[in-house]
């Protein structure tokens, strides 16, 4: 018997949404089967993960469309995690902003994820994918398949989750960042994704 109500759950971070983002959040029904991915991997519920075949070790990597939910729903899915797996969302936009005006020290600081305490730490990067190759003095660098490939070996060594959300598909990843950085990725992550066709929530 399963101990966690998941419906209940879903009531909950639908209040959690709201308090958030406004009384507009909303989680439809035809969500479900993702957010209890989401629940099962967050609340590291063994054996709804073992049915779906998430493994705990990994991070996750959430896929879809343009306005389907999924940076709030990582969002949401913070205040549900046991301190021990707490985690920083981190828009990868900012970080490319950040490396224009710090440089190479950036790549570094999220590599090995000592934003706030001297520990490593869990982050998720948020919109993997709307930053552009950027230029410090001239170099060119593609700023976060440098901090995915650094934060493979944090997972390696260490443990240390990665989560991503994303718009991009497997093979653009691939376009983007590299045959190196897709097969980390199916390294390091448990892939959830959104059809193609669900609803801009946004609109």
């Known amino acids: 018997m399963n101990k966690y109500s998941y419906p209940d759950i879903i009531l909950w971070l639908e209040k959690k949404g709201v308090e958030l983002y406004g009384n507009h959040f909303k989680i439809v029904e035809t969500d479900y089967p993702i957010i209890y991915k989401l629940i099962a991997y967050f609340l590291k519920d063994e054996p709804t993960c073992f049915q779906y075949n998430i493994n705990l070790n990994k991070g996750i990597l959430l896929s879809g469309p343009v306005g389907c939910g999924k940076t709030s729903l990582m969002n949401v899915m913070k205040h549900l995690t046991p301190t021990e797996h707490k985690f920083t969302v981190k ?57 995915l490939l650094s934060r493979y070996d944090l997972f390696i060594s260490k ?14 990843i691939e376009v983007n960042y590299g045959n190196r950085v897709r097969s980390r990725l199916r390294e390091t992550c448990n892939l959830i994704a959104f059809e193609r066709n669900a609803i801009d929530k946004r609109k």
Do not use: W
Request: hydrophobic content about 30%.
């Open 159 to 172: 443990k240390i989750q990665t989560h991503i959300t994303t718009n991009l598909s497997a093979s653009e």
């Open 91 to 147: 828009p990868c936009r900012d970080i490319s902003f950040e490396f224009i005006q710090d440089g190479y020290q950036i790549i570094h600081k999220y590599s090995i994820g000592k934003l706030y305490e001297s520990q490593p730490k869990t982050i998720c990067f948020d919109d993997l994918g709307v930053e552009n190759n950027l230029k410090y003095y001239g170099n060119e660098c593609n700023v976060m398949a440098e901090i």
